[in-house]
Nanobody
Framework: QVQLVESGGGLVQPGGSLRLSCTAS????????MAWFRHTPGKQRELVAG???????NYADSVKGRFTISRDLAKDTVYLQMNSLKPEDTAVYYC????????????WGQGTRVTVSS
């Protein structure tokens, strides 16, 4: 099990940028897959971006070219750099960690709210 703490959310104008951080309670070097999800009331939680232990990344179509996920192994932290933000990016963003591909179990952070509005 790993505890995850997100930070970096806030209010930003359309076209602006934010960087979200997710710091883990243990080394992320061998965590199979870490990802950012987001949730808006009335919608299903959706995968935004993910990164494997081999640094293979994947993104939702809606954020490709605007968001970048990365890992800092020295800080046990995963980042989500969000550029060219749109009002539809407004959501609570959650960090998720799946320690092993052999188990479906994963751990969640508490979430950080992002609001894109003028």
């Amino acid at each position: 099990q790993v505890q995850l703490v997100e930070s970096g959310g806030g209010l930003v104008q359309p076209g602006g940028s934010l960087r979200l951080s997710c710091t883990a309670s243990k080394s992320i070097f061998s965590i199979a897959y870490m990802a950012w999800f987001r949730h808006t009331p009335g919608k299903q939680r959706e995968l935004v971006a993910g990164v494997t232990s081999a640094d293979v990344t994947n993104y939702a179509d809606s954020v490709k070219g605007r968001f970048t996920i990365s890992r800092d192994l020295a800080k046990d932290t995963v980042y989500l750099q969000m550029n060219s933000l749109k009002p539809e990016d407004t959501a609570v963003y959650y960090c998720n960690a799946r320690s092993s591909w052999s188990s479906p179990r994963s751990d969640w952070g508490q979430g950080t709210r992002v609001t894109v509005s003028s």
